[in-house]
Nanobody
Framework: QGRLADSGGGSVQAGGSLTLSCESS????????VGWFRQAPGKEREGVAA????????YYTDSVKGRFTISQDNIKSTVYLQMNSLTPEDTAMYFC?????????????????????WGQGTQVAVSS
């Protein structure tokens, strides 16, 4: 049974950096896309960044462009989210998700609807 394991969260001060990791295991084929989502208390879950694993094309929500970078290491079956210049507004539980179904269009890649595997979440807390 395939699973995703996300890790790397922690507590940092504003302006600091963290790198989240999402390792996939137990799958017999590659995912189509991997996304990072976050959910802050009292807010809906939002897509932060995503990557098509075949082409390497990346997508970001506007609030993190220029600060966050999503990347992949196919040998390690791991997708990373490098987060720089963190602000208190980035505080949330972060989840990675993978699409092992039909390839989703770019218009959907930052939406959770078509992702069918999810990590357990890793907490990021940014203090001012």
């Amino acid at each position: 049974q395939g699973r995703l394991a996300d890790s790397g969260g922690g507590s940092v001060q504003a302006g600091g950096s963290l790198t989240l990791s999402c390792e996939s295991s137990g799958f017999t084929y590659n995912s189509n896309a991997v996304g990072w989502f976050r959910q802050a208390p009292g807010k809906e879950r939002e897509g932060v960044a995503a990557i098509y694993t075949s082409s390497g094309a990346t997508y970001y929500t506007d609030s993190v462009k220029g600060r966050f970078t999503i990347s992949q290491d196919n040998i390690k079956s791991t997708v990373y989210l490098q987060m720089n210049s963190l602000t208190p507004e980035d505080t949330a539980m972060y989840f990675c998700a993978a699409d092992y179904g039909r390839v989703m269009p770019p218009s959907m890649i930052l939406k959770e609807n078509l992702y069918n595997y999810w990590g357990q979440g890793t907490q990021v807390a940014v203090s001012s």
